[in-house]
């Protein structure tokens, strides 16, 4: 029997296409027979919904967050890694072929000139399953969900009147190894979607304990958090802030809170490409 190991790929060093095709396998190469898998080693995440928590919208949507830290994506090099915040909405926006839970995801940053020029545009977030609500994707607006990528919540704080305060986020199952004694995985820092791995609190800069407590958290779990670089946060930001759309941290009013703005009205009136046109534009207008 020939000794395949001579000539495998070690685990984890698999290509971009069968990360996104076989999330929770990874390839080897063998010389004689082609493909052959492996298990892979990383361990299930689970995201915060258990028999006692479900993720309420309504609450992680009341306020921004500000990002303590984060890993290197394809959309948001370490130059970018500046003032960034998140803000959710429920201003009623649609997706194509969707009539599900959509959120308005306003994700902005700047470089570090710290000027308040804000990047990021609006994404939208989709829930596909009401009783899953803290199993999210999120993509552009004008895209239907088959090309959305996972946003998924895994763990999560809340204070003694069960206001959330600081929450971890990774961007789908983690399947890149990066350790194997212990067992620590992360998300690619390739592509666009399964990338991704965020700590965000609801004050511009966390309490060092909180930041300590999501990390360990997060090694519990099997993700390692190796790679996460620390985000410019605090006063040096205010100008960014500014600038964008944000929700005070004891935002409680409807009409201040929801909606941001009166969502804008896309029909099919003018047939498919003026609806997609006009998605389109409603999805890349804050970035002009």
């Known amino acids: 029997v020939e000794d395949l190991s001579r000539c495998s790929l070690p685990v984890g060093q698999m290509g971009a296409s069968s ?3 076989l999330p ?3 390839s080897s190469w063998s010389c004689a027979d082609g493909f052959i898998w492996q298990q892979n080693p990383c361990q299930q995440v689970t995201t915060v919904n258990d028999v006692d928590f479900t993720l309420s919208l309504e609450e992680y949507t009341r306020a921004s967050w500000y990002v303590q830290k984060q890993q290197l994506t394809t959309y948001q090099p370490a130059e970018d890694l500046y003032c960034v915040t998140a803000t959710y909405n429920l201003e009623g926006a649609q997706v194509p072929f969707f009539d599900g839970t959509v959120v308005t995801v306003y994700n902005q940053g700047t470089s570090s000139d710290l000027q308040p020029v804000n990047g990021g545009g609006t994404l939208c977030a989709r829930i596909a399953d009401d009783s899953k609500p803290d199993k999210l994707s999120v993509a552009p607006c004008f895209l239907p969900n088959v090309f959305a990528g996972a946003y998924w919540p895994v763990y999560i704080e809340t204070n003694s009147t069960g206001e ?3 929450v971890a986020v ?3 199952q983690p399947d890149v190894v990066l350790s194997e004694d ?8 390739d592509g666009i979607n399964n990338s991704g791995l965020w700590i965000l609190s609801r004050d511009p800069v966390a309490e060092p304990d909180a930041l300590a407590r999501a990390e360990a958290a997060l090694l ?6 190796e790679r996460l670089l620390d985000v410019q946060q605090g006063e040096v930001c205010q100008p960014a802030y500014d600038a964008r759309f944000m ?4 935002c409680a009013a409807p009409g201040v809170c929801n909606p941001a703005a009166e969502p804008q009205e896309c029909s099919y009136g003018g047939g ?4 997609l046109l006009c998605l389109l534009g409603s999805t890349l207008s804050p970035c002009f």
Do not use: Q
């Open 19 to 21: 990360r996104t095709l």
């Open 170 to 172: 990774s961007g789908g």
């Open 220 to 225: 519990a779990m099997g993700i390692g958090t």
């Open 182 to 189: 212990p067992i620590l995985c992360t998300t690619s820092e």
């Open 272 to 275: 498919i490409g003026s609806w």
């Open 247 to 250: 929700k005070p941290r004891d």
């Open 164 to 166: 959330y305060t600081l």
């Open 24 to 26: 929770l396998l990874v």
